[in-house]
Each structure stands twice: as C-alpha cells, then as structure tokens.
C-alpha cells in the first residue's frame, strides 16, 4: 500500500512564501503530482516530478527526493486567491499509472 | 474546447435507494476514472475505464460499478446507498498516450447526500 502525508492547515500571509511539504512511503515510484483544488471546485494539475530536483513553473514550484519520499510545493508571492487545498499525489512502481491522493492541505492567505 | 462535465452536480438519495451519476471526458480523452472524495479528504481511486472495459479498481465494494460508452463518457453507479456514500464524486479524464505524464482532468463533481 501505500502512506502519504501532508499537513493539514496551513496559513500565510499575502506577498509571502510559503512551502507546502508532502512525505511518501510506496512499494516502488513512478511519479508524484500536485493538484490544487478550490472549495467546491475540480481539482486542477499544478505540477508532475519524477526525477529528483526542482521544476519551476511561475510562481509555483515542485521538489522531490526519491531517496527521501519527499517532495514540497513551494508558492511565491502569495495572492489571495491560492487560498485552497494542495493534494500531494503519488504513482507507486506498480505500472497501474493510478495516483493515489494525500488528504490535501488547507492553505489559508491572509491580508 | 469543453472539459470534463459531470450530471447532476448536486443529488440527494435516502439509505438503500441506488445513484447513477455521469460523466463526459474532456473532448479527445478516451480514459475515465472515478475517485469519491468525503469531506476534508483527498480524492480516493474508485475505478477506471478504458476501451469500454473496467481496466483497474479501487478498494471499493461491488455496490459501485460502472460502464464506458463508445463516445468514452461513462457512468457510475452506487447500490444499496449506506450514509457513508455522502461525498463528492469526481470524474477524471486523461487520454491514454498520456499515461506517464499522467495529469488528470477532472470534472467539478457530483455533491451526493443520503439520508
């Protein structure tokens, strides 16, 4: 099986930066993903690493350490409309290419 | 270009009555998965369909089935309702040359409160 965990809540400030941590244990790897989901709204895809190291993209970037079971999501200059939930995803070894989701976590941006 | 779209968007059922909820894919995706998502949670794998064929499943009882058209839009079904059942049913599309970037798109859900 597999175990994926983030936090729960997290809060910020606007303007800020803030990293979103999300840790892992699978029986093999084959990608991990971020999505972002609004309150009452489709989640949407925001990021997919399989090597380690960093993808930048804008202001939202994405890290992982295979050895570690460890990724972030890291969120710059924060606005206020990155108030959501952030779902860590992870694609165990298994060839099935189905994600398997974390609780998400609950970012709140403050003014 | 229309995305994934999901009917009805909010439902509401009494224990032990049965569901059926649709689901059309993102114009050009052939594959269709279906996650339930309760409250405060992330999205949990009920199962996928490809070429009209349920081709993985999730640990999910037989009580949830579903079936894949030939125009790739799908349906779920959930019998013998239990209150449990109460949760957000999202539909996901990808298309299968995808597979290893395998970034969903997701419908905005189907809301389903039993009673």
């Known amino acids: 099986g597999q175990n994926i965990d983030q936090p729960t809540e997290m809060t910020a400030t606007e303007g800020a930066i803030v990293q979103i941590n999300c840790t892992y244990q699978?029986?093999?790897?084959?990608?991990l993903f971020w999505y972002q989901q609004h309150a009452g709204e489709a989640p949407t895809f925001l990021s997919y690493?399989?090597?380690?190291g960093l993808e930048e993209k804008g202001r939202f970037s994405s890290f992982l350490s295979r050895s570690k079971g460890y990724s972030y999501l890291l969120l710059k200059e924060l606005q206020m409309k990155d108030s959501a939930s952030y779902l860590c995803?992870?694609?165990?070894?298994?060839?099935?290419?189905?994600?398997?989701f974390g609780r998400g976590t609950s970012l709140i941006v403050h003014p | 270009d229309a995305g994934v779209t999901q009917s009805p968007t909010h439902l509401i059922k009494t224990r032990g009555q049965q569901v059926t909820l649709r689901c059309s894919p993102k114009?050009?995706?052939?594959?269709v998965s279906w996650y339930q998502q309760a409250l405060g949670q992330g999205p949990q794998f009920i199962f996928q369909?490809?070429?009209?064929?349920?081709?993985q499943r999730g640990n999910f009882p037989d009580r949830f089935s579903g079936h894949q058209f030939p125009n790739y839009s799908s349906e779920l079904n959930v019998n013998a309702l239990l209150l449990g059942d109460s949760a957000l049913y999202l539909c996901?599309?990808?298309?299968?040359?995808?597979?290893?970037?395998?970034?969903?798109?997701f419908g905005e859900g189907s809301r389903l409160t039993v009673l």
């Open positions: 995803a992870v694609r165990d070894g298994g060839g099935s290419y189905i994600p398997t």
């Open positions: 699978t029986s093999g790897f084959n990608g």
């Open positions: 690493n399989v090597l380690d």
């Open positions: 369909y490809y070429e009209e064929e349920e081709r």
């Open positions: 114009s050009g995706h052939d594959t």
């Open positions: 996901a599309s990808t298309l299968s040359s995808a597979f290893d970037t395998g970034e969903l798109f």
